[in-house]
């Protein structure tokens, strides 16, 4: 032995050779169980590479399950970069490429993503052979032709929506040099016509509430149409949001997506909204700040009854929203500010091209003001500015 060194411990070395290896395989091929936690990892090679991603559980069968979902949806994200690389890919390859970006947008709302991908599924319902195509050989003529017909099937909105989903993904093979242009821009959008809702007249909105059995579900009806807020807002109200010193709720929205705009704003009470949340404060007593102010979610069972038997049409949730819309423009409140309380981040422009005709009386009256006269007294306005 050379001087200075030391031969190794014999009980150590005998410990090393027998130490247990950090990885156990498993009975399927890519799966391996990593031994200090007992958690089942993937391994899998795709185009020379070597991916592993820990699977989250200690169940083997959970386990295989789980691989067989990360295998395909590697080998399939592979695929559609191959296909971006090359400038060849099919309609499929492009959906792959756009729904990866699409969820990844850190700019849309959740919602916003559930629902473009919902238009994706009835485009490759309505299109059954579109996802095999060659993405350079959709034409012109096979866009209009699918489009002709989804027109006949489905409104205006969803049409729009759809063919601008489909308008995206071609984008994608646009932009991988799969082809020269996009054969879906000649698709013209359908003309969207605003219905006038049917909205309950003031006597038949109370003979409804009349006819609700159970009266949280009634106070639901009731704060719709106070607050003119979207359902999906009012069911995130608690009581921490409602200030009654100064009179007003925050509107916060749902809790993941927030407001459909993204912001919090803050609503007014009117006079029958403060008489009413004043009643359901004192009849919960025990209430909690994080507690939902409306304990019903629904009221479409019971007012759809309560229109049967009254013999006028039904209305949803939304036109609760169309009420307190209605009601405000009828005494011709400030259009900006109406806007404001809902919501609307238009300053109002919606409202005046959907409500206009609530306004005959006040578009005359304010008619008669204008002059071009010298000598005429300037007209007041008395806070009923559009």
Same mark, same amino acid.
């Given at each position: 032995?050379?001087?200075?060194?030391?031969?190794?411990?014999?009980?150590?070395?005998?410990?090393?050779?027998?130490?247990?290896?950090?990885?156990?395989?498993?009975? @399927?091929?890519?799966?391996?169980? @990593?031994? !200090?936690?007992?958690?089942?990892?993937?391994?899998?090679?795709?185009?020379?590479?070597?991916?592993?991603?820990?699977?989250?559980?200690?169940?083997?069968?959970?386990?295989?399950?789980?691989?067989?979902?990360?295998?395909?949806?590697?080998?399939?994200?592979?695929?559609?970069?191959?296909?971006?690389?090359?400038?060849?890919?099919?309609?499929?390859?492009?959906?792959?490429?756009?729904?990866?970006?699409?969820?990844?947008?850190?700019?849309?709302?959740?919602?916003?993503?559930?629902?473009?991908?919902?238009?994706?599924?009835?485009?490759?319902?309505?299109?059954?052979?579109?996802?095999? *195509?060659?993405?350079?050989?959709?034409?012109?003529?096979?866009?209009?032709?699918?489009?002709?017909?989804?027109?006949?099937?489905?409104?205006?909105?969803?049409?729009?929506?759809?063919?601008?989903?489909?308008?995206?993904?071609?984008?994608?093979?646009?932009?991988?040099?799969?082809?020269?242009?996009? !054969?879906?821009?000649?698709?013209?959008?359908?003309?969207?016509?605003?219905?006038?809702?049917?909205? !309950?007249?003031?006597?038949?909105?109370?003979?409804?509430?009349?006819?609700?059995?159970?009266?949280?579900?009634?106070?639901?009806?009731?704060?719709?149409?106070?607050?003119? *807020?979207?359902?999906?807002?009012?069911?995130?109200?608690?009581?921490?949001?409602?200030?009654?010193?100064?009179?007003?709720?925050?509107?916060?929205?749902?809790?993941?997506?927030?407001?459909?705009?993204?912001?919090?704003?803050?609503?007014?009470?009117?006079?029958?909204?403060?008489?009413?949340?004043?009643?359901?404060?004192?009849?919960?007593?025990?209430?909690?700040?994080?507690?939902?102010?409306?304990?019903?979610?629904?009221?479409?069972?019971?007012?759809?009854?309560?229109c049967r038997k009254l013999g006028i049409p039904n209305f949803n949730h939304h036109a609760m929203r169309h009420l307190f819309i209605t009601r405000c423009m009828e005494l011709n409140l400030?259009?900006? *500010?109406?806007?404001?309380?809902?919501?609307?981040?238009?300053?109002?422009?919606?409202?005046?091209?959907?409500?206009?005709?609530?306004?005959?009386?006040?578009?005359?009256?304010?008619?008669?003001?204008?002059?071009?006269s010298k000598t005429a007294t300037p007209p007041s306005d008395n806070g009923e500015n559009v």
């Amino acid at each position: 032995m050379e001087k200075g060194k030391t031969a190794p411990n014999s009980s150590e070395s005998h410990s090393d050779s027998k130490r247990e290896p950090l990885w156990a395989k498993s009975p @399927y091929a890519n799966l391996y169980r @990593y031994v !200090p936690s007992q958690v089942y990892f993937a391994k899998i090679r795709v185009n020379g590479k070597l991916v592993r991603k820990s699977l989250r559980t200690k169940t083997l069968s959970v386990a295989k399950l789980r691989l067989d979902d990360f295998d395909k949806g590697l080998r399939q994200r592979a695929a559609s970069q191959i296909a971006v690389a090359t400038g060849k890919m099919t309609f499929g390859n492009a959906l792959e490429v756009y729904l990866k970006r699409l969820r990844g947008d850190i700019s849309l709302k959740p919602r916003t993503k559930t629902y473009r991908e919902e238009r994706i599924a009835a485009l490759l319902k309505s299109w059954p052979s579109l996802k095999d *195509m060659d993405a350079c050989k959709i034409s012109k003529t096979d866009c209009l032709n699918w489009a002709a017909d989804y027109q006949t099937k489905f409104s205006a909105t969803n049409f729009n929506n759809t063919v601008g989903s489909l308008k995206l993904v071609l984008d994608v093979a646009v932009e991988a040099g799969a082809r020269y242009d996009n !054969p879906a821009k000649f698709i013209k959008k359908a003309r969207i016509i605003l219905k006038e809702p049917d909205l !309950p007249s003031q006597d038949a909105f109370e003979k409804i509430l009349g006819m609700i059995k159970h009266q949280s579900v009634a106070d639901l009806v009731r704060f719709q149409a106070y607050s003119g *807020m979207r359902i999906s807002e009012t069911r995130q109200v608690t009581w921490q949001d409602v200030d009654f010193e100064k009179e007003q709720i925050v509107v916060r929205g749902e809790k993941e997506t927030g407001t459909k705009n993204w912001e919090i704003r803050r609503a007014p009470m009117i006079p029958e909204m403060k008489a009413l949340l004043e009643r359901i404060r004192d009849e919960q007593p025990n209430r909690q700040l994080s507690d939902p102010v409306m304990s019903k979610k629904e009221f479409r069972g019971s007012v759809k009854t309560a229109c049967r038997k009254l013999g006028i049409p039904n209305f949803n949730h939304h036109a609760m929203r169309h009420l307190f819309i209605t009601r405000c423009m009828e005494l011709n409140l400030n259009v900006k *500010m109406i806007a404001d309380w809902v919501g609307h981040k238009d300053g109002g422009t919606l409202i005046l091209k959907r409500y206009a005709h609530l306004r005959p009386d006040y578009s005359w009256k304010m008619a008669k003001k204008v002059t071009f006269s010298k000598t005429a007294t300037p007209p007041s306005d008395n806070g009923e500015n559009v």
